[in-house]
């Protein structure tokens, strides 16, 4: 049995002497503490030989090292009865350097362990890692028998016990759920409101002050990026600059301790607890389609040192080079039973362990592929789809990568949710003016049935976004035409140029007040879209309340005022800040603006009407030849509240308030005429984002006359429904 102390393990520092070595068990992999001992466990196939090494309380010296006296089904281990949970400790892995074979063995290197629950100490960089001679005329094809281990953190064994108390996922049902994607540091290192000395940790998410604000804006679910161990890249370190969002993974068990104070796994496991205590789910950005070891030139720490043909895609008849499909290097090899095992096992612990409510699986389209081929079957997903733990949290795909054939939006399994990379696309180019786009647009409104709705899966499989990490924050987006990436050191080179955005006449920063009540106005739009969608609606944090990275839409490296939040907010930041929140509450209110189901523009025999129509400015439903019309911009969008697909605890459908939706793209005011429905003849203003606040109750207009609907804007109307027993919208 695991002891279950309820108090985490210092270090330690153990004179082991006549240290005792017993066979121990292949499973699990990893070095696991049972109460008397330690187990370590590692795969390798092709390597002929693997020693453990220990190392004392600071990670300096190298204090034991233990040749592993046993391999069962091509996993090394031995169990050290005298070990005890703090203890330091990596691999040396003995075999052929062959690159030319797919073989880079070298125990000069110390290898992190690909299951090591915890890493301590930071990466100094030298030429020592790498398993090739820097600099020679054979370049990897040489052999370097320099020592790494000085340079190297190290990997810890812990106890696994925690006081985990009654602490249950909340669960939010998906139709319900808004996600806000944050960086731990980032997010909280300049929060006047955070004790100072947990600013830009684990610890510093579970605080009041933060937690007060997710909940104000009504956010269910929190998506960190990348938090498992990660490396910072040597070229970047050479530049002063730093690999800031961890797109860099090393160790797939492993919190990574640069968000810590002194213990990542009790401070991480602190921050669930605490956020769930709040009501509010955690997701993990996960980065299972590459490592941090790069291509044939990249340095040797953990996977290549270990078995490199094993763990790695290599290129056919060319096994010294990778196949890289991430952009990366190198790309995991999904094909391999035992690297499958790896990143199940890496799921289940930070889902049973770590008691994470779900995941997004970055470059996604990698992991499906069997061959070169994406394969939306293939073993991944069917190993997960079985997997009785795994398949009931929230699973995230970005689906695409940058291998051939690599976009698959609306292709992948049903249970999983996708970045709908083409919702952010077609809005973005409507608000930006493009014509054309009115179809595009209903489609993404409605939930992207287009995409969806054939292969079983329901609205929220659309993950929508206006803008993410990678790329112009919300800001950016409507303040800069270009990208402005000059502080990365490649003289702007980085980062997608094609951004679809628009700064409203000027570049930049600008006094001009006429382009920044604009902006703010185009803010807005882009909110007020956001949250009307069928879908999950997703908001990158900081996009409330107007954060901006100067025009920098790949701020990767830059961990500083950049990418740090500046919480000292001027007027138009905390106006946004009251419109998003007010937006949020009333999708939240309103079950007919989050639906489980498709609209099908059905009609409703027991109210005699349709759930949904498609309205021109002159109030008429929109004709099949209207909706190609390239010219437009202008739209309508009536929703019914007897459209509801809840019921209630008899089975009898909910009703909900009618909603009259109407979007203008076109830089000219429009009239608009209010359409006749139901039985009321007049409809209440609640929104129009040409109003500073957005959000405000206006007249009531009746059917049949014409709306002024400004230039770039977007208004809604409610109309109470006689059969809701729900109160009337109020504002």
């Known amino acids: 049995m695991l002891c279950q102390s309820a108090h985490y393990q210092k270090e330690i520092n ?70 005890r949970p703090g203890q330091l400790y990596g691999y040396r892995v003995h075999g052929p350097y062959e690159p030319r074979n797919g073989h880079r063995f070298n125990p000069n290197k110390l290898l992190f362990d690909p299951y090591a629950k915890n890493i301590v100490g930071v990466m100094n960089w030298s030429d020592a890692q790498f398993g090739y001679r820097i600099g020679s005329e054979r370049a990897d094809l040489s052999f370097d028998r320099r020592d790494s281990a000085s340079g190297m953190p190290k990997c810890q064994v812990i106890d696994s016990a925690f006081t985990w108390g009654n602490d249950k996922p909340p669960r939010v049902p998906w139709n319900d759920t808004v996600i806000y994607e944050t960086h731990v540091k980032g997010f909280t290192v300049k929060h006047p409101e955070v004790p100072e000395g947990l600013r830009g940790t684990y610890g510093a998410l579970g605080t009041g002050p933060v937690i007060d604000h997710l909940r104000r804006l009504g956010i269910t679910t929190v998506e960190l990026m990348p938090v498992q161990r990660f490396i910072n890249d040597r070229h970047l370190i050479d530049k002063g600059l730093s690999n800031f969002w961890g797109y860099n993974s090393i160790g797939f068990f492993a919190p990574d301790a640069r968000y810590a104070v002194d213990y990542p796994v009790y401070e991480f496991r602190t921050m669930v607890k605490t956020l769930h205590s709040a009501g509010i789910e955690v997701i993990l950005d996960v980065v299972y389609n590459h490592t941090a070891e790069g291509n044939q ?50 799921l289940r612990y930070w889902v049973t362990e770590m008691h994470v409510d779900g995941f997004r699986f970055d470059l996604a389209s990698t992991l499906a592929r069997e061959l070169h081929a994406v394969d939306k079957l293939g073993a991944f997903f069917d190993i997960i789809q079985q997997d009785p733990v795994i398949s009931q949290v929230k699973l995230i795909a970005e689906p695409w990568d940058l291998g051939e054939g690599g976009y698959q939006v609306g292709n992948f399994p049903v249970g999983w949710t996708e970045w709908n990379g083409k919702y952010r696309d077609d809005v973005r180019s409507y608000w930006k003016g493009d014509g054309g786009l009115i179809g595009d647009l ?270 770039r804007s977007v208004a809604m109307f409610t109309q109470n429904n006689p059969n809701s027993r729900k109160p009337s919208y109020e504002s």
């Open 297 to 346: 030139q990249g340095p040797t720490l953990s996977f290549r040192g270990i078995d490199n043909a094993s763990y790695y895609r290599l290129v056919d008849g060319d096994l010294r080079h990778y196949m890289d499909y991430t952009g990366t290097g190198n790309t995991l090899n999904m094909t391999h039973p035992r690297v499958l095992q790896l990143i199940m096992d890496s």
């Open 14 to 83: 153990l004179p082991y002497r006549n240290l005792a070595v017993w066979p121990g068990q292949p499973y699990p992999l990893g070095a696991t503490w049972d109460g008397e001992g330690v187990n370590f466990s590692l795969f390798s196939d092709h390597a002929t030989g693997v020693e453990l090494c220990l190392f004392d309380a600071k990670g300096r010296q190298q204090m034991h090292r233990i040749d592993m006296p046993e391999k069962t089904h091509r996993a090394w281990h031995c169990y050290l009865p005298q070990v």
């Open 442 to 711: 209903a489609y993404r409104l409605t939930g992207s049935s287009d995409l969806y709705e054939s292969g079983g899966r329901r609205p929220y499989a659309s993950v929508n976004f206006i803008a993410v990490h990678d790329g112009f924050t919300l800001h950016d987006l409507v303040s800069y035409n270009d990208k402005h990436n000059g502080a990365n050191g490649e003289d702007n080179r980085d980062g997608e140029s094609h951004n679809r955005s628009w700064n409203c006449g000027a570049e930049g920063r600008t006094d001009d007040p006429a382009i920044n009540v604009l902006r703010e106005q185009q803010k807005r739009n882009f909110l007020a879209t956001l949250f009307l969608s069928q879908g999950v609606p997703m908001i990158v944090a900081g996009d409330e309340m107007g954060r901006t990275q100067g025009g920098n839409n790949n701020a990767y490296c830059q961990d500083n005022e950049i990418s740090w939040f500046d919480w000292d907010l001027d007027s138009a930041d905390l106006a946004l800040m009251s419109f998003a929140q007010r937006i949020i509450s009333l999708r939240a209110r309103h079950p007919v603006l989050h639906r489980r189901h498709f609209f099908q523009g059905q009609h409703i025999p027991e109210v005699d009407v349709k759930g949904i129509l498609w309205l021109t400015p002159a109030g008429t439903e929109m004709s099949d030849e209207e909706w190609s019309v390239g010219f437009a911009r202008c739209l309508g969008l009536l929703i019914s509240g007897n459209a509801g697909d809840e019921l209630d605890e008899r089975g009898r459908r909910e009703y909900d308030d009618h909603f009259l939706i109407l979007l203008n793209a076109h830089h000219e005011e429009i009239p608009f005429v209010i359409p006749t429905y139901g039985e009321t003849t007049h409809w209440d203003l609640v929104m129009d984002t040409t109003f500073e606040g957005g959000l405000k109750r206006g007249p009531r207009v009746d059917s049949g006359n014409a709306y002024a609907l400004k230039g």
